[in-house]
């Protein structure tokens, strides 16, 4: 059955296959229909920056902007869910059409400009979900903030999202926000990480708990970039970091339909090169804090390789697309 609805979706325009899917979840999560995505997984425990993970295969952000369907993607057996990316102000994201598929290389072109309905409908949908393990909320800006207050948008969302979240991931790495890269780097990202650190010790302080904080990151880093923001990372005393977001690279699919679309490549195309990253962050790290890996992780092998080069826990997302629930299933097992 979930072979069979999954070639039918492959089939469609990629945004409307996702707002369908996403509806259908949303409605059929808390009924009896859910056995149709329902799996029982292999307990494979983790412990990782204080969290407890059942398994340590977990569902990337950007697939549930709006944590929406946590307890149908949970009931697939993921170890844990991250949702958003999420912004203090509802967005619309760019204009249509924005989401490209590359079948001939299981991978996706998306240029979405984190289109979401705004942090408070999301805190909602987190309080009423009955998954009662780990969830991650990822937090950007808004596109109109300027970049000089990006700071302020994190700090509204953070406030927001603290009270309900397992960690919180920032997103500084969206290809698809004008400047929001540009937070990777120096003094910016610095600025960044002291100020959030700031709120972590209040917040911590205010609900009586600490909620890890994760920065995700491109990979399209040169070694001394990764060098320079793992320094940052570990004198923040920052508590992860997620390698990698989408890339801009098209050496990978060149020529081949969609190929040329602006936006973020993500899928099978990514596996090295977020590998590579992993690898270099986690030697310049030197396991001062845990890494999830993320990007071209389509198979057990490439999960399992992930934790081989330094990552702690692995996320899946465009492979998850083209491969359905199973994947899941067959990580856990062979890991």
């Not at 569902?59 to 993607?73: E, H, M, P, T």
């Not at 979401?116 to 990822?138: C, M, R, S, Y």
């Not at 650190?197 to 600490?210: D, N």
């Not at 990514?270 to 198979?299: E, H, Q």
Request: hydrophobic share 40%; proline share 5%; net charge neutral.
């Amino acid at each position: 059955m979930q072979s069979l609805v999954q070639k039918l979706l492959l089939q469609c325009e990629p945004e409307k296959s996702h707002d369908f899917t996403i509806n259908w979840l949303n409605k059929t999560q808390h009924t009896p229909l859910k056995w149709m995505y329902s799996t029982t997984t292999v307990k494979k425990p983790v412990t990782v920056a204080g969290i407890t993970f059942d398994n340590p295969v977990g569902l990337a952000a950007g697939l549930d902007k709006n944590g929406d369907c946590i307890d149908a993607f949970a009931q697939m057996g993921f170890g844990f869910v991250e949702i958003g990316t999420v912004t203090p102000r509802p967005q619309a994201g760019n204009p249509k059409p924005r989401l490209f598929r590359i079948p001939e290389k299981q991978a996706i072109i998306n240029r979405m400009g984190f289109n979401n309905k705004g942090v408070d409908h999301l805190v909602e949908q987190v309080k009423t979900a009955q998954f009662k393990g780990p969830i991650g909320i990822n937090i950007g800006k808004n596109k109109d903030t300027e970049d000089e207050k990006a700071l302020d948008d994190y700090l509204i969302c953070l406030n927001k999202v603290y009270p309900y979240a397992s960690y919180v991931t920032i997103n500084i790495s969206s290809p698809n926000t004008p400047g929001l890269r540009n937070l990777q780097y120096g003094a910016a990202l610095d600025a960044l990480l002291a100020g959030l650190k700031a709120a972590q010790e209040t917040l911590t302080q205010t609900h009586g708990k600490y909620v890890p904080l994760f920065i995700k990151i491109a990979p399209d880093l040169s070694d001394d970039e990764i060098t320079s923001i793992a320094a940052s990372l570990i004198n923040s005393k920052m508590d992860g970091v997620i390698a990698t977001n989408t890339t801009l690279s098209r050496e990978q699919v060149k020529g081949l339909l969609h190929g040329d679309e602006t936006g973020g490549l993500s899928g099978s195309v990514l596996t090295d090169m977020s590998l590579n990253v992993t690898k270099k962050l986690s030697a310049a790290l030197d396991r001062a804090i845990p890494i999830i890996g993320v990007g071209g992780i389509d198979s057990p092998e490439t999960a399992k390789a992930r934790l081989d080069a330094g990552a702690s826990l692995v996320q899946v997302y465009s492979s998850f697309i083209y491969q359905g629930p199973s994947l899941v299933n067959r990580i856990v097992k062979a890991l």
